[in-house]
T-cell receptor, first 110, second 113 residues
Framework: GQSLEQPSEVTAVEGAIVQINCTYQ??????LSWYQQHDGGAPTFLSY????GLEETGRFSSFLSRSDSYGYLLLQELQMKDSASYFC???????????FGKGTRLHILP | KAGVTQTPRYLIKTRGQQVTLSCSPI?????VSWYQQTPGQGLQFLFE???????NKGNFPGRFSGRQFSNSRSEMNVSTLELGDSALYLC????????????FGPGTRLTVL
């Protein structure tokens, strides 16, 4: 079936680097997206990988490897405001449905 | 540019009632998607509309329906509410610039008693 797997929680220290992984099981998709959601807020778009490789946007980078069915979001120089949930998402190319992972809760320690 | 707006923000209903939620996308966006978010299931896709046509539908019962108007505003309706329908309902709009970059509204928090 179609599914995206992410760790449910990750903990890191302020100023450090953290990687949130996303593995997927779908035969084909158009690209991998990442969203951030703070408690009580709406998801906001972070990045999109249409092709394999690394996309960098400021402190955030995202990586995709279609051959490994794997992607990750990398957050550098962590700040307390980065404490949030992070979701990966794809649009399945077979049925055009949008699938989200269940999200990774990032806890940041001072 | 104004963001995605959703009304109402909070709603309390009782079992068996029906509810209609509204979403206004970002100006110029013709694609609107709806999601149900619950703590246990995360974000689950309900349906997607483009230019008044339903492009796709998630795995939800027929009690969940939606529509899109010529001005791209969208509504979703849930009939015969069940306790399990309590959730945050999110609407997202998408332009044509970058595939699947969705802009989410603040959501409607529905509580079914």
């Amino acid at each position: 079936g179609q599914s995206l797997e992410q760790p449910s929680e990750v903990t890191a220290v302020e100023g450090a680097i953290v990687q949130i992984n996303c593995t997927y099981q779908t035969s084909g998709f158009y690209g991998l997206s990442w969203y951030q959601q703070h408690d009580g807020g709406a998801p906001t778009f972070l990045s999109y990988n249409a092709l394999d490789g690394l996309e960098e946007t400021g402190r955030f980078s995202s990586f995709l490897s279609r051959s490994d069915s794997y992607g990750y979001l990398l957050l550098q120089e962590l700040q307390m405001k980065d404490s949030a949930s992070y979701f990966c998402a794809v649009r399945d190319s077979r049925d055009d449905k949008i699938i989200f992972g269940k999200g990774t809760r990032l806890h940041i320690l001072p | 540019k104004a963001g995605v707006t959703q009304t109402p923000r909070y709603l309390i209903k009782t079992r068996g009632q029906q509810v209609t939620l509204s979403c206004s996308p970002i100006s110029g966006h013709r694609s609107v998607s709806w999601y149900q978010q619950t703590p246990g299931q995360g974000l689950q896709f309900l349906f997607e509309y483009f230019s008044e046509t339903q492009r796709n539908k998630g795995n939800f019962p027929g009690r969940f329906s939606g529509r899109q108007f010529s001005n791209s505003r969208s509504e979703m309706n849930v009939s015969t509410l069940e306790l399990g329908d309590s959730a945050l309902y999110l609407c997202a709009s998408k332009g044509l610039a970058l595939a699947d970059t969705q802009y989410f509204g603040p959501g409607t928090r529905l509580t079914v008693l």
